[in-house]
């Protein structure tokens, strides 16, 4: 029998000995004398990538949707949007249905490059309007200052920002008084007298009247002080202050070493504090009221409150009392309450609570003048408006029906009329689909305002009978109109998306796909993105594009959310790109959202499920080959799918992931997972499934993450290790928990080669 070398003697006899070995490492020579051949991801190939990046796409579509800056009388708005000309800013006179420039541009190129000394043109017209004074002058910044332009002759101005108020002094409605804190403690100065009040005493840097914690909040070094924030609400009658007491004298820190400062040779540590899941030793919030005339503190007879759940209290236009919502903490009873401002005396009006949790984006707004208040709850089993008499507490449904209430948008107190947007409730239409409806205070004439069945982006006149409707779906670009907000009838056409030139790069709209859920009846909705080229006659690898986190979803509902994505880029090294939102997920009925709660460690099951379903229904999915990327929730999601489903999943990259719960941000598990903290946390932890990680993953996370400390991913990586698991990690310095320019990019990159290389089974280019 002949060995290896010898048969390669005979195949490469022309070959001189030396360059054998050479041959030898990179084929195998087997005895009918094949070779394996590796295959290379061509720079061509990254470079369509990179043009389906939401930055390059975004100079491919014009006219992509108005979004409209509405003039005081309502009868005109200007909008700004990218043309094949560059960036241009439009006018639409709503009585003579015209759409004209809202200036000329050439002219105003002209003044703006004479005036900063450097060529100005459409494409870089980097320009915000703060202020549009009518046809004669508008105020627009630009490169961090502001100028006036005389659109008459187009000559421009710069202004002082000296004039600019300070966000540590508050002044009376009535003009007689200024409130600012120094030292911890509160105090006003009378601006007639010029005589200085301080109204408390026991103030100091931990415990601080009329402040707040910001949430990034950063303090730096061994001793650093936090930032000063300053807070009070003046009463409509400026006798009154509605503030309350920051209290950090217990609370505890999280801490990072950011190693990447140019000046520094050694890591500057940074601190701030954030309140774990269970945690007592938080910062603290004291609602109180100052009486201005009697130099009296009032406080309100609320407990501390957790900053994380904070105090949302506002003023009656009577001055008398104040009105607003408290949240229990575990988030399963939410109070909407009256506090008197003579006593502090808190009177709960009425209170919605559930055996889960009481979703954080609810709608509240109260009329005084008619004493009634406007909220949603999902009581019923789906989140509905309700109305609520304020001074008997009775409470009476506004919307009935198994649909799902998004937002408030317009109370029309003459005519008691509500205007809010749902979705679910049109028949045959995707439920994630937003509508514009009406509906009067007592339930009576529902009507949809907004007809075509797509997903409908409004935006209402202040206080005309007008609105901009921008309506589209993942396969149907934007098409704007404007609306009489009365019939939701069309008064004209202000445009449709142009894609031509995203089509002529080869862009294709994502394959909107169906699956059924765990529960064998539920309809789950998802997206797929292939390839440009793809070859419905190949076999592709899949990767699930995963954020299960309870308080959103990801299916692409509009044109905008189905193109600004990274799912079309990484598609096209030769992968199908799936999203798709399971049982437990937001923006459905309440049932199908609890499903999540105290069991986020099964959110994947239906992802797995509706693989196996696409895959029987579509020959070109390899089930062989399946990925998992995601950030934040979706990086747990990823880590995670390697352990809950070992073989299945066979790569995973897990960005920024929360592993453990009971190291994330309190408010997040303390709704979804429950509060007090028990079992539960460490058995769905990721650190806590580490020994049964199968496949190849690649952890990424901000260095100086303060949203989800990368503690986190350090703790998962060292349970890998013990258990003798390999993995890959990339800590990215200097970054937070999103990742800027240049640092997106080059995770991104990362990211793409290492599905390419443990996926696909190709050879990436570094």
Not at 278 to 300: L, S
């Amino acid at each position: 029998m002949l060995t290896v070398e010898e048969l390669a003697m005979k195949v490469f006899r022309v070959i001189p000995i030396h360059h054998i070995h050479v041959m030898l490492t990179i084929c195998w020579i087997t005895v009918n004398f094949s070779c394996k051949s590796i295959h290379y991801i061509s720079q061509s190939t990254y470079q369509r990538a990179e043009q389906f990046r939401r930055d390059s796409i975004a100079r491919k579509i014009y006219y992509l949707q108005v979004i409209p800056h509405w003039y005081r009388h309502d009868s005109a708005f200007w909008f700004v949007t990218n043309t094949p000309e560059g960036r241009k800013f439009f006018k639409v006179a709503i009585n003579d249905s015209v759409v004209n420039p809202l200036f000329d541009h050439a002219r105003l190129l002209d003044s703006l490059s004479r005036l900063l000394h450097k060529p100005i043109d459409t494409y870089n017209l980097d320009i915000n309007i703060v202020h549009y004074a009518g046809d004669h002058e508008l105020i627009f910044s630009i490169d961090s200052s502001i100028y006036r332009l005389n659109l008459v002759d187009y000559t421009i101005h710069k202004l002082s920002t000296s004039k600019i108020s300070s966000p540590y002094v508050a002044y009376s409605p009535d003009s007689l008084w200024f409130a600012f804190h120094k030292q911890g403690n509160l105090f006003v100065v009378n601006m007639i007298s010029n005589d200085t009040i301080q109204l408390s005493f026991d103030g100091n840097d931990q415990y601080t009247y009329a402040s707040y914690y910001g949430w990034s909040d950063i303090m730096y070094g061994e001793n650093g002080q936090r930032p000063d924030r300053f807070m009070v609400e003046w009463s409509p009658d400026s006798k009154y202050i509605f503030t309350q007491i920051c209290d950090t004298r217990h609370a505890r820190k999280m801490y990072l070493l950011n190693w990447s400062i140019d000046s520094l040779y050694r890591a500057q540590l940074m601190s701030y504090y954030r309140g774990s899941p269970g945690d007592t030793d938080v910062v603290k919030y004291i609602p109180i009221i100052f009486d201005i005339n009697h130099r009296k503190m009032i406080p309100v007879k609320l407990p501390p409150v957790p900053h994380f759940i904070g105090v949302d209290l506002r003023w009656a236009k009577d001055s008398k009392h104040l009105f607003g919502t408290y949240y229990h903490r575990g988030y399963k009873k939410l109070d909407f309450i009256d506090v008197d401002a003579l006593t502090g005396k808190v009177r709960v009006v009425c209170s919605d609570s559930s055996p889960t949790y009481v979703e954080n984006n609810f709608v509240f707004r109260y009329l005084e003048n008619l004493q009634i208040a406007f909220f949603t709850s999902e009581r019923t089993g789906w989140k509905q408006l309700y109305q609520v008499y304020w001074n008997t507490g009775q409470v009476i449904p506004v919307t009935q029906g198994e649909f799902v209430v998004k937002e408030l948008l317009k109370i029309d107190t003459v005519h008691k009329i509500l205007y809010f947007t749902a979705s679910g409730r049109e028949k045959a239409v995707n439920p994630y689909y937003d509508f514009l409806y009406s509906i009067h205070f007592d339930g009576t004439g529902m009507k949809c305002l907004t007809p075509e069945p797509a997903h409908h982006e409004v935006y209402l006149a202040p206080e005309g009978d007008y609105f901009v409707d921008n309506y589209s779906t993942p396969t149907q670009p934007t098409t704007s109109i404007l609306r009489r907000l009365t019939d939701g009838s069309v008064v004209m056409q202000l445009g449709k998306a142009d894609i031509h030139d995203l089509l002529a790069m080869g862009w294709r709209f994502p394959q909107v796909f169906t699956t059924v859920a765990r529960d064998g009846k539920t309809i789950l909705y998802g997206a797929l993105w292939k390839p440009i080229h793809f070859n419905p006659h190949r076999k592709y690898p899949i990767i699930d594009d995963s954020y299960t986190g309870p308080q959103t979803f990801v299916f692409p509902r509009s044109f905008n959310e189905a193109v600004f994505n990274r799912d079309q880029s990484l598609a096209e090294f030769g992968f199908i790109v799936m999203k798709v939102d399971g049982l437990g997920t937001a923006g459905r009925s309440k049932s199908f959202h609890n499903w999540s709660y105290r069991h986020m460690g099964d959110n994947l099951v239906d992802h797995v499920l509706s693989i196996r379903q696409l895959a029987n229904r579509y020959h070109w999915i390899d089930t062989t080959r399946i990925g998992i990327l995601g950030h934040s929730a979706g990086g747990y999601d990823a880590a995670h799918a390697l352990m809950r489903f070992p073989g299945f999943y066979k790569v995973a990259v897990a960005e920024s992931g929360d592993h453990d719960w009971r190291m994330e941000k309190a408010w997040w598990p303390e709704m979804y997972v429950g509060w007090p903290v028990d079992s539960v946390y460490e058995q769905q932890s990721n650190v806590t499934l580490a020994p049964y990680m199968q496949g190849k993953l690649l952890l990424i996370h901000g260095g100086i993450d303060e949203n989800v400390n990368p503690a986190s991913t350090f703790k998962l990586a060292h349970a890998l290790i013990k258990a003798g698991k390999y993995f890959d990690m990339l800590i990215i310095p200097d970054v937070r928990h999103g990742y800027p320019s240049p640092f997106y990019q080059y995770a991104e990159k990362k990211m793409w080669n290492y599905f390419i290389e443990n996926l696909l089974g190709a050879k990436p280019i570094e």
